[in-house]
């Protein structure tokens, strides 16, 4: 079976004032949504329930409910492909040894805070970062980002995927 999972971070709403309208076509036939943290407040979740189920852990700049409800790192399994979830990994050099503490199971983390999108495999573990998307800071666009478990075959892509401005 194949799993498409949409990953999400760094939305900071209300500072950027709605989720991008490319998103609800991007993760229209996803089963599942992670977002990496810096929601900001708890609406973005109702929103992005309405397309999916959502895993979701807390980042570095949220409102109260949000800290109050979020774990700070979480760890689900979809089909056979377990994933952490974490919004701070760290600065990009430790990634990998950061990544394998955390989650020594993992097959693949997901991640945010940076805002840079990152998709690399150390070691057999896939570090997957989206970027932000609505904040591109020091990238050309935002984005989003679109996991695929491979059941049959055990495998898992990851896929950046930028936004129009």
């Given at each position: 079976?194949?799993?498409?999972?949409?990953?999400?971070?760094?939305?900071?709403?209300?500072?950027?004032?709605?989720?991008?309208?490319?998103?609800?076509?991007?993760?229209?036939?996803?089963?599942?949504?992670?977002?990496?943290g810096d929601l900001s407040q708890?609406?973005?979740?109702?929103?992005?329930?309405?397309?999916?189920?959502?895993?979701?852990?807390?980042?570095?700049?949220?409102?109260?409910?949000?800290?109050?409800?979020?774990?700070?790192?979480?760890?689900?399994?979809?089909?056979?492909?377990?994933?952490?979830?974490?919004?701070?990994?760290?600065?990009?050099?430790?990634?990998?040894?950061?990544?394998?503490?955390?989650f020594p199971l993992a097959r693949?983390?997901?991640?945010?805070?940076?805002?840079?999108?990152?998709?690399?495999?150390?070691?057999?573990?896939?570090?997957?970062?989206?970027?932000?998307?609505?904040?591109?800071?020091?990238?050309?666009?935002?984005?989003?980002?679109?996991?695929?478990?491979?059941?049959?075959?055990g495998s898992v892509h990851g896929?950046?995927?930028?936004?129009?401005?």
């Amino acid at each position: 079976m194949l799993h498409r999972i949409g990953v999400i971070s760094d939305t900071h709403l209300p500072q950027f004032k709605q989720l991008p309208e490319a998103l609800w076509t991007h993760f229209a036939d996803v089963e599942l949504i992670i977002h990496a943290g810096d929601l900001s407040q708890l609406s973005v979740l109702s929103e992005l329930e309405t397309l999916a189920p959502v895993v979701a852990v807390q980042g570095n700049v949220e409102l109260p409910e949000v800290v109050m409800q979020l774990p700070i790192k979480k760890e689900i399994t979809v089909g056979g492909c377990r994933i952490g979830i974490v919004h701070i990994l760290g600065s990009a050099q430790a990634y990998p040894q950061t990544a394998r503490r955390e989650f020594p199971l993992a097959r693949v983390v997901v991640f945010g805070h940076s805002h840079n999108p990152y998709n690399e495999e150390h070691a057999g573990q896939l570090l997957f970062n989206p970027g932000s998307a609505t904040d591109r800071r020091h990238q050309p666009t935002c984005s989003l980002g679109m996991l695929t478990i491979d059941d049959q075959d055990g495998s898992v892509h990851g896929e950046t995927i930028p936004l129009p401005r």
